[in-house]
């Protein structure tokens, strides 16, 4: 399963997929989530697969809808953030701060307290993982300000964006 489409309803001026293997192109099934994220599935054979990705974009998409179980849902601890395991760290270092105080406060905290150092987590390490070990990459700093967004009763939840600067162009994750 590949994620590396824009979001469905991105205003496209044009947009190519191929994935090749064993030098046959081949036809993925395209499945897109509640949100608008374009994700695409197939099965391949054993040996190298070849995967290229390449859209121009011409503005902006339009927000996703407001739900309120999205409200609900991202509230919540989740398997990468433990809110609740985090509830009281949350609460003492950011007791007072309320609106972007309190957004731009957690940021700089999880800022200055991690380093990013590329192959020192595992895909499976969430929040607590990552402040224990006081380092990861961009996927670990978003996990462990969503944790402690939610264990103060903020929605957060991790997005894949892409990371402008960087050549080639590539997935980066952050906290929304």
């Known amino acids: 399963v590949f994620s590396v489409a824009v979001a469905q309803g991105t205003p496209t001026t044009s947009e190519t997929l191929s994935i090749i293997a064993n030098g046959a192109e081949l036809e993925p099934t395209e499945l897109v989530s509640e949100h608008g994220t374009r994700l695409h599935r197939l099965s391949a054979p054993a040996g190298p697969v070849t ?15 407001y739900r309120e179980l999205d409200v609900v849902s991202y509230r919540r601890p989740s398997r990468y953030a ?5 509830f009281a760290t ?8 309320s ?17 990013y ?3 020192t987590s595992q895909p499976t390490d969430g929040a607590v993982a990552t402040l224990l070990a006081r380092r990861g990459v961009c996927r670990d ?3 462990l300000v969503i944790a402690l967004l939610r264990a ?4 957060a939840r991790l997005v894949s964006v892409y990371a402008p600067g960087l050549f ?9």
């Not at 949350?90 to 701060?97: D, I, Q, R, T, V």
């Not at 103060?152 to 929605?155: F, R, S």
């Open 141 to 143: 700093y978003a996990h």
């Open 152 to 155: 103060l009763d903020v929605p």
């Open 82 to 86: 433990e809110s609740d395991t985090l």
């Open 117 to 119: 150092v590329p192959g």
């Open 51 to 65: 995967m290229h990705y390449e859209a121009v974009i011409d503005g902006q998409g339009e927000p996703a809808p």
């Open 99 to 115: 609106g972007k105080d309190l957004l731009d406060a957690v940021s700089s905290w999880v800022g200055d307290r991690l380093s």
């Open 168 to 176: 080639p162009m590539d997935f980066h994750a952050v906290a929304e």
């Open 90 to 97: 949350a609460k003492s270092e950011f007791a007072g701060l």
